[in-house]
Nanobody, 119 residues
Framework: EVQLMESGGGLVQAGGSLRLSCAGP????????IGWFRQVSGKEREGVACISPADGDTYYADSVKGRFTISSNYAKDTVYLQMNSLKPEDTAVYYC????????????WGQGTRVTVSS
């Protein structure tokens, strides 16, 4: 099972930016699909963005298109989620996983990284 670790969350004002990192063996190697997900307490986890490093294809949820950018760094084995123009509704715990859809992931979720956007 691929073990990934999320980092980079924090408290930011609306309109601000954060960059999340997802690190782990193979995460930026071009061999794995890597997806970012987020979950608000009491709600279902939702997919935010996904990247196929092998061909550069990316996917974004409609709610984050134009504001979030997913990218990968092969040398650092890391996938990033650059989040700009943050909104209070982006507040959630963010997770990464080697999948683009939650239904495709049967492993254990990491601890995630909390993002709080104040209005």
């Amino acid at each position: 099972e691929v073990q990934l670790m999320e980092s980079g969350g924090g408290l930011v004002q609306a309109g601000g930016s954060l960059r999340l990192s997802c690190a782990g063996p193979g995460s930026g190697s071009g061999k794995l699909l890597i997806g970012w997900f987020r979950q608000v307490s009491g709600k279902e986890r939702e997919g935010v963005a996904c990247i196929s490093p092998a061909d550069g294809d990316t996917y974004y949820a409609d709610s984050v298109k134009g504001r979030f950018t997913i990218s990968s760094n092969y040398a650092k084995d890391t996938v990033y989620l650059q989040m700009n123009s943050l909104k209070p509704e982006d507040t959630a715990v963010y997770y990464c996983a080697p999948a683009c859809f939650e239904s495709d992931f049967s492993g254990s979720w990491g601890q995630g990284t909390r993002v709080t956007v104040s209005s």
